[in-house]
């Protein structure tokens, strides 16, 4: 996704609310979401950028998500040791360009723990041709 010739200002990629807790990055180099390996790994696997046509349901699979931090968390992490929410929620950008609030699982449903949100939920965890989503 190349979104940089479209930003006017960079500031979109920091969340107002983030409180800038300590970080491995410098603040002034970081952002307050990430892009999800999920979506790498794919890339990766077919040496190849993500294709529209490879995508068979965008409204439904997250390629930006907030980091936990967010949520006044010790770490980026949505879960560590003796959390056992069974569901959390991040914001979320979605691969056809819509935002919204994300119900993130402890564990997928395909048996994937989701402690740093990298991976899809449904079908596959990072092949597209699979067919995988984060939302049904």
């Known amino acids: 996704m190349v979104t940089n010739p479209y930003v006017k200002n960079e500031q979109i990629f920091r969340c107002p609310s983030d409180a800038e807790a300590a970080r491995w990055v410098a603040w002034d180099l970081r952002g307050s979401y990430y892009w999800r390996h999920a979506l790498d790994a794919y890339c990766v696997s077919v040496d190849s950028s993500v294709k529209d046509a490879v995508v068979r349901r965008p409204a439904q699979i997250a390629c930006l998500v907030e980091e936990a931090w967010h949520w006044g968390g010790q770490s980026p992490w ?3 040791a003796g959390d056992d929410e069974a569901t959390k929620q991040s914001n979320a950008t979605f691969m056809d360009g819509h935002a919204k609030v994300l119900n993130v699982p ?15 939920f449904y079908n596959h965890n990072w092949h597209l041709p699979s067919d995988p989503v984060d939302i049904q």
């Open 106 to 120: 402890r564990v997928s449903a395909i048996g994937v723990p989701y402690y740093d949100l990298n991976w899809f």
């Open 78 to 80: 949505c879960w560590n």
